[in-house]
C-alpha cells in the first residue's frame, strides 16, 4: 500500500521568508510523487511531479521539491514567500502502470504568509 | 483551452432527491475522474474513466452513478443521498498517457459545493 505523510498541518511564514512543506512517503515500488496546490473555493493545480530521473524537480511560481529515497522524503520548498503563496498543499503518491492515475492524497497542509 | 467546467457551482438537495452533477473538458483528455472532499481533508477518488470506460471504482455507494457520455463529458448522478454525503466534488481530466509520463498531468475543476440536507 502506498501513503504519503504530511507534517505540520498548519505551517505560518513571513513575506519574503523560506518555505518548507514536509512530506514523507511509503511505497513497496516506486513511487512517483506530487505536490498539488488548492487555494479557497479553488480545485487543485499541479506545482511540480517527480516521476524518474533528476532528484530535484522545480515547479510553477518558484517552488521545488527534492526527492529522498534515503529518507523517503519529497519536502516542498521556495526560498522567498510571497502573500499569494497562502494555500493548502497537498503531497500525492501514485504508482507504476495503468493509463490513469491513481493517487494518494496526504492530509494537506495550510500555508499562511504574514506580512 | 485548459479548463475543467463543473455545473453546478453550488447544490443544495434533500435525500430523497436525484440531481446530477457535470463535468465538461475540451482538452482532448481521454481519462475523467471524480473525487470527494470532504471539509479540511484531503480529496478521495471515487471514479476513473479511461477512454469512457470505467476503469476505477473505489467501492463508491450505488446512490453515486457516474456516467460518461462521450471523451468531453462526464457526469455523477447522485440518489438517495445521506447528509454525511456533503463534500466538495471535484472533477479532473487527463491526457491518459500513463502517471510516468512527462507530460501526463491532472487538470481539476473548481469543484461542485454538496449539501445534502
Known amino acids: 500500500a502506498q501513503s504519503v505523510t504530511q507534517l505540520g498541518s498548519h505551517v505560518s511564514v513571513s513575506e519574503g521568508a523560506l518555505v518548507l512543506l514536509r512530506c514523507n512517503y511509503s511505497s513497496s515500488v516506486p513511487p512517483y510523487l506530487f505536490w498539488y496546490v488548492q487555494y479557497p473555493n479553488q480545485g487543485l493545480q499541479l506545482l511540480l511531479k517527480y516521476t524518474t530521473g533528476a532528484t530535484l524537480v522545480k515547479g510553477i511560481n518558484g517552488f521545488e521539491a527534492e526527492f529522498k529515497k534515503s529518507e523517503t522524503s519529497f519536502h516542498l520548498t521556495k526560498p522567498s514567500a510571497h502573500m499569494s503563496d497562502a494555500a493548502e498543499y497537498f503531497c500525492a503518491v501514485s504508482s507504476l502502470g495503468g493509463a490513469t492515475n491513481k493517487l494518494i492524497f496526504g492530509t494537506g497542509t495550510l500555508l499562511a504568509v504574514q506580512p | 483551452d485548459t479548463e475543467v467546467t463543473q455545473t453546478p457551482k453550488h447544490l443544495v438537495m434533500g435525500m430523497t432527491n436525484k440531481k446530477s452533477l457535470k463535468c465538461e473538458q475540451h482538452?482532448?483528455?481521454?481519462?475523467m475522474y471524480w473525487y470527494k472532499q470532504k471539509a479540511k481533508k484531503p480529496p478521495e477518488l471515487m471514479f476513473v474513466?479511461?477512454?469512457?470506460?470505467?476503469?476505477i471504482n473505489e467501492s463508491v455507494p450505488s446512490r453515486f452513478s457516474p456516467e460518461c457520455p462521450n471523451s468531453s463529458l462526464l457526469n455523477l448522478h447522485l440518489h438517495a443521498l445521506q447528509p454525511e454525503d456533503s463534500a466538495l466534488y471535484l472533477c479532473?481530466?487527463?491526457?491518459?498517457?500513463?502517471?510516468?509520463?512527462?507530460?501526463?498531468?491532472?487538470?481539476f475543476g473548481s469543484g461542485t459545493q454538496l449539501s445534502v440536507l
Open positions: 482538452m482532448g483528455h481521454r481519462a
Open positions: 474513466y479511461s477512454y469512457e470506460k470505467l476503469s
Open positions: 479532473a481530466s487527463s491526457q491518459g498517457l500513463g502517471i510516468g509520463a512527462t507530460n501526463e498531468k491532472l487538470f
